[in-house]
């Protein structure tokens, strides 16, 4: 069955440029994070949906990062005027619902570089 | 909020020796533990969990116990394999809304 999908893998981008990071979890289920992964610093938690409201975005690092959920599915976590600290992988994960019953699916990853 | 501390690799072993791999939490409450491995070129999946204290979560021959009087979650195996090879990230969940992870550990296995 397909998992969590995110795109693009990879991402190239010039410092001051927007990006956007897309992430296609499971079908069905409702909850879905956003997590960062930088070498050294492990996994930071980002935002939480649940459904398309965000009860949890105290993760976000700045005003220039801003994550949506349309349909109860599809999620976008964009980064405006990029900078090099902004540099890692930006994980996506979603669980049937929330509570710690239900696993975390994880997709790959998009690796994000500003240069 | 939740932290979790994780010992710092590479943990280096060879074929069949036994691995433990020291993972401690701190949280308000009960927290449920986890830990999660990622191999090579793929994404974090679930290895193992435990719910309360004194449980016992094993997979793959992977366990850990949820001690509460030490707040720990330390990884086991008693005889790793080359295939182990990968980083393995302990995590709590307390709340609602966020697992929290540690830093990783990546195990290198050498035949």
């Known amino acids: 069955g397909a998992g969590v999908s995110q795109s693009p893998s990879n991402k190239v981008t010039e410092k001051g440029k927007d990006v956007e990071l897309r992430c296609d979890p499971i079908?069905?289920?409702?909850?879905l994070y956003w997590y960062r992964q930088s070498l050294g610093q492990g996994l930071e938690f980002l935002i939480y949906?649940?459904?398309?409201?965000?009860?949890?975005k105290s993760g976000l690092p700045s005003d220039r990062f801003s994550a949506e959920r349309t349909g109860g599915s599809v999620s976008t976590l964009t980064i405006q005027r990029t900078q090099q600290e902004d540099s890692a992988v930006y994980l996506c994960?979603?669980?049937?619902?929330?509570?710690?019953?239900?696993?975390?699916?994880f997709g790959n990853g998009t690796r994000l570089t500003v240069t | 909020g939740d932290s979790v501390t994780q010992m710092e690799g590479p943990v280096t072993l060879s074929e069949e020796a036994f691995l433990t791999i020291n993972c401690t939490y701190t949280?308000?409450?009960?927290?449920?533990l986890f830990w999660y491995v990622q191999y090579p070129g793929e994404g974090l999946q679930l290895l193992l969990k435990?719910?309360?204290?004194?449980d016992k979560g094993s997979n793959k021959g992977f366990e850990a116990t949820y001690r509460k009087e030490t707040t720990s979650f330390h990884l086991e195996k008693g005889s790793v394999q080359v295939s182990d090879s990968a980083v393995y990230f302990c995590?709590?969940?307390?709340?609602?809304?966020?697992?929290?992870f540690g830093k990783g550990t990546m195990l290198l296995v050498s035949p």
């Open positions: 079908s069905g289920h409702t909850a």
């Open positions: 994960a979603s669980s049937l619902v929330e509570g710690p019953n239900s696993p975390l699916h």
């Open positions: 435990a719910t309360k204290a004194d």
């Open positions: 949906f649940q459904g398309n409201s965000a009860p949890d």
């Open positions: 995590a709590s969940f307390s709340g609602y809304s966020t697992l929290t």
């Open positions: 949280a308000t409450g009960y927290p449920s």
